[in-house]
C-alpha cells in the first residue's frame, strides 16, 4: 500500500461503524504497527523461554522487514553492548563462540529474568546452572549481561531493528501481506480509544480469521 491507500483503508475501517473523524491517522497507523510487532513477538518470547525454539518462520515472514540476523555484536566483561538500532531481541538469539579442549564450539544463551537468577542465586540448594548448553543473558540497561562470563571469540544476535516511522512519506516498513492487518489493528486502536469496543473487537476477529 502506498501512504494515501494505507489512509484510505484506514478510513474505510472507521467508516464501517462511526462517522467520527480521525484528526491524527498517522498516530493510530504506528500505534498499529507498533501493536503487530508486539502480538507477532509475545507468544514466541513466551513459547522460547519455555523451550529453548527459535523463533518460528511466520514471525520471520511478517518482520523480515525489521530483522537483523547474526549480527556481530560486541562484548566485554560478560556485557553484550545493545545494538543502537534494537527494538527487540529475538528470544535465544544469542549465540557465543568460546574454547574447550581445543576446539571452537557455539553456545546458544538462553532467557532468563533478575528474579530467576537472585531465587536461585539465594537458594542453598539450587544454584543457576552455569554449565555449557546451559549458558544464560539477561536483559539491562547496559545490554545483555551473560552468564558465566567467559572471554568468548564472537558473540551472534538476531532481533528487530528500530523502524522509521509511518508519515506521510514514510510508508509501512513491514511486508506488503501484513498492512491490512496493521490497519485493522490501527483502526481497532481508534474505535477503542473512542469506546466503541464491539467495533474494535469486530475489527480484530476478522484479523483472527484472516
Known amino acids: 500500500m502506498t501512504v494515501q491507500e494505507t489512509k484510505n483503508a484506514f478510513g474505510q475501517f472507521i467508516d464501517e461503524f462511526t462517522t467520527a473523524r480521525v484528526q491524527n491517522v498517522n498516530f493510530w497507523i504506528n500505534e498499529g504497527i507498533e501493536a503487530f510487532v508486539k502480538m507477532r513477538l509475545t507468544p514466541e518470547m513466551e513459547a522460547a523461554t ?33 545494538p543502537e538500532d534494537c527494538y527487540e531481541l529475538l528470544p535465544h538469539s544469542i549465540r557465543l563462540g568460546d574454547v574447550a579442549s581445543s576446539d571452537t564450539y557455539v553456545i546458544n544463551a538462553r532467557a532468563r529474568t533478575w528474579g530467576w537468577f537472585n531465587a536461585n542465586i539465594k537458594n542453598a540448594f539450587t544454584k543457576p546452572q552455569f554449565l555449557e548448553g546451559r549458558l544464560i543473558y539477561i536483559e539491562d540497561k ?32 513491514l ?19 473512542v469506546n466503541n469496543y464491539v467495533a474494535a473487537k469486530n475489527l480484530l476477529s476478522q484479523n483472527a480469521i484472516e
Open 175 to 193: 511486508h506488503q501481506k501484513t498492512h491490512t492487518e496493521i490497519v485493522r489493528l490501527a483502526a481497532a486502536k481508534y474505535l477503542t480509544s
Open 50 to 82: 519455555k523451550s529453548g525454539f527459535q523463533v518460528n518462520q511466520r514471525v520471520r515472514d511478517d518482520l523480515a522487514n525489521i530483522i537483523k540476523l547474526d549480527f556481530t555484536g560486541t562484548y566485554a566483561d560478560g556485557i553484550i553492548t545493545r
Open 142 to 173: 547496559t545490554g545483555f549481561r551473560i552468564y558465566p562470563i567467559r572471554p568468548y571469540l564472537y558473540v551472534r544476535l538476531s532481533y528487530v531493528e528500530i523502524w522509521a516511522p509511518f508519515s506521510d512519506d514514510q510508508v509501512i516498513v
